[in-house]
């Protein structure tokens, strides 16, 4: 089967509209007190791409892991940077984080993918596991932090 | 193809880096002009008349001290003091006699429901208002419900704030009170 970057690209869409609602934020309304860029933002952003993936590509694309997890890494560290976001040593710790938690989520999501009920009745199945999945990542990430 | 395909995916990523950046780089000025707007608005609603407001370098010991800006009414403080989930940054509004007129969150990392209610929880910020220096969490300050930390870390914002004006020691109990 092919291998596809899809979900890189999805991923490249959902962090750099996330990236430009903030940048825009920061400049219109200075006084908001906007998110901070932290372990369940990305894990967020990351379920996101997956949902969205998960509804706009059939059947489940084979992936290159190795290449996926870099362009991961690379839009985790890239993207918040242009847009001042994060600066030097912050922008490759969320490099390195956020391609490992979008490495793991995705393994993770592509199991949980295989065996979703399709059809019909199962419309609302990626959304709903993108859901849960999330406040897994929150409990897990108030547990080990 | 699958060539294709990985050029396609990083030349997204390329594209949407430079495109922010770019827009970053154009917006700076706009958002130079914004920030200073928003506070000088805050400024005059902290010390209403007390303006022109004047930064002034701060050399102090007191770490929780971040800057100071001389009005013609009081000074107005910003504090960076450590909160349960980060740091909490404040502006606060004192006369020259030491006493707190105003304060204003203006950056907090705190847990939603818990410690975020600093931001808006009138009955805890009244508290604050027209006190000199002397707020200590659990005898003369009611800290909120569940956020024991971020109170107390708003109580020693006010406090160094306050001392700074009245030149006590920030070492002395007006200040250790609130910790």
């Keep these: ?69 870099l362009l991961g890494a690379l ?27 979008f490495l793991v989520l995705t393994f993770l999501f592509t199991t949980l993918r295989e065996r979703l ?29 | 193809m699958r060539q294709k395909a990985l050029v396609r995916a990083a030349a997204v990523i390329a594209a949407a880096f430079l495109i922010l950046l770019a827009l970053s780089a154009a917006l700076a000025p706009v958002e130079a002009e914004n920030t200073a707007a928003e506070r000088e608005s805050i400024f005059q609603i902290l010390l209403p008349d007390g303006g022109p407001f004047e930064e002034e370098p701060y050399s102090g010991e007191d770490a929780n001290i971040s800057a100071v800006y001389r009005g013609t009414t009081g000074y107005i403080v910003e504090t960076v003091t450590a909160g349960y989930a980060g740091d909490i940054t404040m502006l606060v509004a004192v006369d020259f006699q030491g006493t707190v007129v105003g ?45 024991t930390v971020t109170s107390r870390a708003v109580a020693n914002a006010v406090n160094s704030a306050s001392a700074f004006v009245t030149g006590a020691d920030v070492s002395s109990g007006a200040t250790e009170w609130g910790g």
Excluded: H
Aim: proline residues 4%; glycine residues 12%; contains cysteine.
């Design chain 1, 1 to 69: 089967m092919q291998k596809n970057y899809t979900l890189n690209i999805l991923l490249a869409a959902v962090v750099g509209l996330a990236s430009l609602a903030a940048l825009l934020c920061r400049v219109f309304l200075p006084a908001a007190i906007l998110p901070v860029v932290s372990l369940p933002a990305v894990a967020a952003l990351v379920l996101i791409a997956l949902v969205l993936e998960c509804y706009l590509t059939k059947p489940i694309p084979q992936r290159d892991w190795g290449v996926t997890g």
């Design chain 1, 75 to 101: 839009t985790f560290g890239l993207l918040p940077f242009g847009a001042g976001l994060t600066a030097g040593g912050e922008a490759v710790r969320l490099a390195v984080v956020g391609g490992a938690v």
């Design chain 1, 117 to 145: 009920v399709s059809g019909r009745a199962g419309r609302l199945a990626p959304l709903v596991t993108g859901g849960v999945l999330f406040l897994a990542c929150q409990c897990f990430i108030g547990m080990v932090l």
């Design chain 2, 103 to 147: 304060t204003v969150v203006r950056d907090m990392e705190e847990t939603f429901g818990l410690g975020m209610e600093a931001l808006s929880d009138a009955e805890f910020l009244s508290q604050l208002v027209w006190s000199q220096g002397d707020l200590a969490v659990g005898e003369n300050f009611d800290a909120i419900t569940g956020a």
